[in-house]
């Protein structure tokens, strides 16, 4: 460990040293961010290595979750000798999954000789940390960008704040199932019947009517399965870093070498997301050839055939760079993809709203705004009013909501207009090539309609081997949630800059009413980490002293099995877990290697086979 630690810190010392003339100035001048993002960075993993200790078991009869998978995958991938890991399930095989961010993870509890049960609590809040980390980053370089050329007479300080909010956005807040659960709560003991308790796993299956997962990133962090999901989480985050690098670092004639490194490592990051979380890879590979395009846009005087030609080429060499580079994985994994279907169920808005609400709130009012600043800034009644041709739009708009909502597809009337806004936003800033920070605007416009497209589709179509749709909308929605939180964040600092130019799409009353709103959505999405965390924290066998061994509860829990027909009434074994805590520490002190060990057959979720 000692000589592997010592050889990235000489790496990292030849680095600077290659690079000190351009690396000292850097330090020297931004030692502030540098070390505001380091402490933040340490901030956030100890908040949530303290909320780990103070809940640190891996199993739970019926809010074990995916904590018995994760845990085999990262001892199974500790244990190996040789890649792919072995199957810790089946003998003879090897791991068919995308298992590249817990071999991360294993490398790290291997290098620093931490046991499996501890070194998985400590991954938790590393990804935490780390995906705090990435979205402050984004927000603050997106948003940096834009107040350079749009409004540089503002404070670069504000800029901080965006960070801040893209952060708690994608990392901190919840969705608004909170605020309605303690509504739903408080009416319910107005009527005598009692102030129920606080149900945080409500807050993940929003959708009641259906299967569907509806986790969100904080949601993930603290129910702590240290799955694909949650380990792609800050590199889904780097990819899209990457992306707005590569769109914003390209200058005309500037010369492909220039940004070659950067497409090298873009691809490379979403190749990384193919055996962390294969699910990331449309979305983040679509925002991969998206940046490309941006960067051949601003790199070249006119788009022509050649240009079109080159961003195709790019695009596939991105692709075998992306595959390439994981070869080894891809050889030994067999993608249980078979194709599409259409899905079973639509989504109401009314859940679409309770899951994104804060976001689409804030992001339509950019939009808006937008609009208006294009429009020569005049009232948004007189921009309608004053132009037949958007009073017929403007009803176009409304029949489609109405008649959409009358059979049954409401959600995908309200995000096909909002696509429908987007992109004509985006083609607005495509036409002002030569104009400064054209490049962001068409990269924020896009994501924009990305998140609006994805939303519509998945009320489409599923994939054709999912149980409904119930991972279609699980890992989609985490992935649109993550872009949502840091566009918001920058969206929200572009409104109060709009403001405080005076250049407001609204009336002082209507701002008065705007900021109610939103006041109203943040408070509402900030409960769940308030109040999901005490229940969660609550939702364990026992409560013992802080720790980080996930399985220190075995030493005083006791289980009860229902018995065959799964219902608890019938209690017809109670198990104490000492027992099989003794049987796994005589096995890991007295059995070399990995031999096969014969395992009891139950149903899942079961004591015998966990």
């Given at each position: 460990?000692l000589?592997?630690?010592?050889l ?6 030849i680095?600077?040293?290659?690079k ?5 100035p ?6 502030r ?14 908040v ?8 640190p ?12 998978m ?13 890649m ?11 791991i068919?999954y995308y298992y590249f ?31 705090l ?6 927000g ?12 540089p ?6 800029v901080?704040?965006?960070a801040?909010?893209?952060l ?13 659960q303690i509504i739903?709560?408080s009416?319910?003991?107005l ?11 409500r ?12 986790e ?14 949650l380990?792609?989480i800050?590199?889904?985050?780097l990819a ?11 200058k ?7 940004w ?5 490592l873009?691809w490379?990051?979403i190749g ?15 925002i ?14 006119h ?19 992306a595959?390439?580079?994981?070869l ?12 599409l ?5 639509r ?5 679409y ?10 992001l339509?009012s950019?939009?808006a ?5 294009i ?10 009013y004053?132009s037949?041709?958007?009073i017929?739009?403007?009803l ?13 597809w ?15 936003l ?6 002002k090539?030569?104009e ?9 416009s896009?994501l ?21 749709r119930?991972n279609?909308?699980?890992?989609f929605?985490l ?6 939180g840091?566009?918001s ?13 005076h250049?407001?799409?609204?009336s ?19 409960l769940?980490?308030?109040?999901g ?12 002293p ?5 399985a ?11 018995g ?14 000492k027992s099989d ?14 031999p ?7 149903s899942?979720y079961?004591?015998a086979?966990?």
């Amino acid at each position: 460990a000692l000589s592997i630690l010592s050889l990235l810190a000489l790496s990292s010392a030849i680095l600077l040293y290659l690079k000190r003339g351009s690396m000292i100035p850097l330090l020297k001048n931004r030692w502030r961010y540098i070390g505001a993002t380091e402490i933040l960075f340490l901030a956030a993993f100890l908040v949530f290595l303290t909320i780990r200790a103070a809940n640190p078991d891996l199993w739970h009869p019926w809010r074990g979750g995916e904590k018995p998978m994760d845990l085999a995958y990262l001892t199974a991938i500790i244990k190996s000798s040789v890649m792919p890991p072995y199957d810790p399930w089946y003998a003879g095989g090897y791991i068919n999954y995308y298992y590249f961010g817990h071999f991360m993870v294993a490398m790290l509890a291997k290098i620093t000789g931490i046991v499996p049960t501890t070194a998985y609590n400590l991954g938790i809040p590393l990804i935490f940390a780390l995906t705090l980390s990435g979205a402050f980053s984004a927000g603050y370089n997106l948003t940096e960008s834009i107040r350079r050329i749009r409004y540089p007479h503002l404070n670069p300080r504000s800029v901080l704040a965006a960070a801040l909010m893209a952060l708690l956005f994608v990392g901190v807040f919840g969705n608004l199932d909170s605020a309605a659960q303690i509504i739903q709560n408080s009416w319910d003991w107005l009527r005598g019947m009692g102030f129920s308790s606080f149900d945080y796993w409500r807050s993940s299956r929003i959708m009641s009517d259906e299967l569907s997962i509806t986790e969100f990133p904080f949601w993930s962090f603290l129910f702590a399965d240290l799955h694909a999901h949650l380990l792609s989480i800050p590199f889904a985050i780097l990819a899209l870093c990457l992306s707005i690098n590569l769109a914003l670092l390209t200058k005309e004639k500037s010369g492909y070498l220039t940004w070659l490194p950067a497409y090298v490592l873009l691809w490379f990051s979403i190749g990384a997301l193919a055996a962390i979380n294969t699910w990331d890879v449309p979305v983040y590979g679509l925002i991969g050839i998206t940046a490309i395009g941006i960067a051949l846009r601003n790199n070249e005087r006119h788009i022509d055939k050649k240009v079109l030609t080159g961003w195709l080429t790019l695009s596939v060499i991105g692709g075998v760079i992306a595959y390439a580079a994981f070869l080894p994985f891809h050889t030994h994994y067999d993608n249980p993809f078979t194709g599409l279907k259409l899905s079973p169920d639509r989504t109401s808005l009314s859940d679409y709203l309770m899951i994104h609400g804060l976001w689409f709130f804030i992001l339509i009012s950019w939009l808006a705004s937008e609009a208006h600043q294009i429009s020569g800034k005049s009232s948004l009644l007189e921009h309608f009013y004053k132009s037949p041709k958007r009073i017929g739009f403007g009803l176009i708009a409304v029949l489609i909501v109405l008649l959409s909502s009358l059979i049954g597809w409401g959600t995908v009337g309200i995000l096909t207009l909002s696509f429908l806004l987007s992109m004509r936003l985006l083609t607005y800033w495509l036409d002002k090539r030569h104009e400064d920070g054209s490049a962001i605007f068409i990269f924020i416009s896009f994501l924009i309609a990305l998140v609006f497209f994805i939303g519509i589709t998945i009320d489409f179509v599923a994939l054709a081997n999912d149980i409904d749709r119930m991972n279609t909308v699980f890992k989609f929605y985490l992935s649109t949630w993550i872009i949502l939180g840091i566009l918001s964040g920058v969206a929200l600092w572009l409104l109060w800059a709009t403001n405080s130019d005076h250049s407001s799409v609204f009336s002082s009353g209507g701002n008065r009413l705007w900021i109610g709103i939103l006041t109203i959505l943040i408070i509402s999405a900030l409960l769940f980490p308030l109040v999901g965390t005490q229940a969660r924290l609550k939702d364990r066998f026992n409560i013992i002293p802080l720790t980080l061994n996930g399985a220190a509860y075995q030493e005083n829990a006791e289980y009860t099995d229902p018995g065959p027909s799964g219902h608890a009434i019938e209690q017809n074994s109670t198990y104490a877990l000492k027992s099989d805590a003794e049987a796994l520490k005589y096995m890991q002190q007295n059995i070399k290697g990995s031999p096969v060990v014969l395992e009891g057959i139950s149903s899942q979720y079961r004591w015998a086979p966990r």
